[in-house]
């Protein structure tokens, strides 16, 4: 299976508003309203910051939105902070029954 | 509250068997999928595979023949062994909570801290 494609990185001044495009199939996200987005800091285990397409879990800013536009999932950072800086990374479902994780999208505060 | 800890050899020789365990406390192992995720240094996010206590797993196509994820509820703990390693197997590898839907895994809301495993001789 192959990777769902990220754009590498991504850069923004704070305060502006960033997104990053996860790209994949008809037979992941153009399937499966399962489309989850994870925060990764050096050095540390992935955070979930996103689930469900557009979900935030408990504890994480409503600065972090997501959606999914056909086979293409968005996630936007707005009011971009410092401590936003981070790889960020997408999965879905696919319809093989497996689990698939983006190219990854480094972001950096400038 | 789920915590969950990885633990196993931090080195293991080509052509042997990768074995880890995950220790999970805070939550009954049987209610819900388990998910193991590797990455290599400097690199993006592999999935491994899942698994749920009734047997019911499935893993990556490209490791699929080299992967054994097991749960055991009588200690609480998921394990992965992955056989034949070379040094492309080297990566931290992490244990995640699989949240299930009605169609798939959803999304792996709990995460270990990870564990790096280094395949040399």
């Known amino acids: 299976q192959s990777a769902l494609t990220q754009p590498a990185s991504v850069s923004g001044s704070p305060g502006q508003s960033i997104t990053i495009s996860c790209t994949g199939t008809t037979s992941d996200i153009g399937d499966y309203d399962y489309v989850s987005w994870y925060q990764q800091h050096p050095g540390k285990a992935p955070k979930l910051m996103i689930y469900?397409?557009?979900e935030r879990p408990s504890g994480v800013s409503s600065r972090f939105s997501g959606s999914k536009s056909g086979s293409t999932a968005s996630l936007t950072i707005s009011g971009l902070q410092a401590e936003d800086e981070a790889d960020y990374y997408c999965s879905s479902y696919t319809s093989i029954n497996t689990y698939v994780f983006g190219t990854g999208t480094t972001v950096t505060v400038l | 509250q789920v915590l969950l800890q990885e633990s196993g050899p931090g080195l293991v020789k080509p052509s042997e068997t990768l074995s880890l365990t995950c220790t999970v406390s805070g939550d009954s192992i049987s209610t819900y999928y388990w998910t193991w995720i590797r990455q290599p240094p400097g690199k993006g996010l592999e999935w491994i595979g899942y698994?749920?206590?009734?047997?019911?797993?499935n893993s990556n196509p490209s490791l699929k023949s080299r992967v054994t994820i097991s749960v055991d509820p009588s200690k609480n703990q998921i394990s992965l062994k992955l056989n034949s390693v070379t040094a492309a197997d080297t990566a931290v590898y992490y244990c995640?909570?699989?949240?299930?839907?009605?169609?798939?895994?959803?999304?792996?809301?709990?995460w270990g801290q990870g564990i790096l495993v280094t395949v040399s001789s």
């Open positions: 469900e397409v557009s």
């Open positions: 995640a909570r699989a949240l299930w839907g009605v169609r798939g895994v959803k999304e792996n809301d709990y």
């Open positions: 698994a749920y206590y009734r047997g019911s797993t």
